[in-house]
């Protein structure tokens, strides 16, 4: 996945409301109405967070015009989370590999 | 073992410490050094061979490598540039959007404290306001992700 392609996911889920979103969705596909239904907030306001979840590709929405519910889409999520952990775990090794490094310049042992 | 403490103050961002029983100018030279560096460098499974590791460790100088994957032969370069650095406390690499620090602290008993601070991939406003807690939400959704079929 490229690097734009993550910020645009980063930016769609650094907002809790669209994150609850997400939660929510990661139960069962739902319309903007069902989605609605939780926060104190208008349809047109959920049709945007989903819009933008939408061009995130976070989620997928159905064609049908009047209800087009909105399930979960989990490769944009799942490739994001996916690229931080592949990162993290690069330097958690290295800095392993890094000890050992250092454990050997200390053979034998200076105090033993 | 080196202690091990991993804190990731947002998603963007991964910091990780270490504690090694090793004096600071050893940890130093280790980061320093090409023949050390390819010593260690990389996930396990990962060779730096020493020939392709570039270091001019000056601010501006090139630091470069190329690390390949033992098992299929995979290639991962790694071209940037030192920003600062200060022997023997702090070295930092990487452009304005994803930079990349570690720093040396002497304990005073042999050993040294290594803290690794990364600005991970993108700089977008949003991120700004990004809530503590948004990798958390990544292992939740991951979870209920793993737990149920996708279409």
């Known amino acids: 996945m490229a690097v734009d392609e993550l910020s645009v996911t980063f930016a769609a889920l650094a907002d809790p409301t669209r994150r609850a979103i997400l939660a929510r969705l990661a139960g069962g596909e739902a319309t903007v109405n069902e989605l609605a239904a939780p926060f104190a907030m208008s349809l047109q306001a959920v049709s945007k967070h989903l819009k933008v979840l939408e061009r995130a590709g976070l989620i997928v929405r159905g064609r049908s015009a009047q209800l087009r519910p909105s399930r979960l889409h989990g490769a944009a999520l799942g490739e994001a989370a996916g690229w931080l952990e592949e990162y993290r775990e690069f330097w958690d090794e290295s800095f392993d590999r890094l000890g050992e490094h250092l454990r050997e310049l200390d053979e034998p042992p200076r105090n033993a | 073992?080196?202690?091990?403490?991993?804190?990731?103050?947002?998603?963007?961002?991964?910091?990780?410490?270490?504690?090694?029983?090793?004096?600071?100018?050893?940890?130093?030279?280790?980061?320093?050094?090409?023949?050390?560096?390819?010593?260690?460098?990389?996930?396990?499974?990962?060779?730096?061979?020493?020939a392709s590791v570039t270091m001019d460790v000056r601010p501006g100088g090139r630091f470069a490598l190329m690390s390949v994957c033992d098992a299929d032969g995979t290639l991962m370069p790694m071209d940037t540039v030192y920003r600062e650095v200060v022997e023997p406390s702090l070295l930092s690499w990487g452009a304005d959007d994803r930079v990349a620090t570690v720093t040396f602290l002497d304990l005073g008993d042999g050993r040294t404290e290594m803290r690794f601070h990364a600005v991970v991939v993108v700089s977008d406003e949003a991120f700004a306001n990004a809530p503590v807690g948004l990798a958390s939400a990544f292992d939740r959704l991951g979870e209920q992700l793993a737990s149920m079929d996708l279409p």
């Open chain 2, 1 to 50: 073992m080196p202690d091990l403490e991993i804190d990731e103050p947002g998603a963007r961002e991964i910091e990780i410490t270490r504690i090694y029983d090793a004096p600071r100018e050893l940890v130093w030279r280790a980061w320093t050094e090409p023949a050390r560096l390819a010593c260690w460098w990389g996930k396990r499974g990962w060779s730096t061979p020493l």
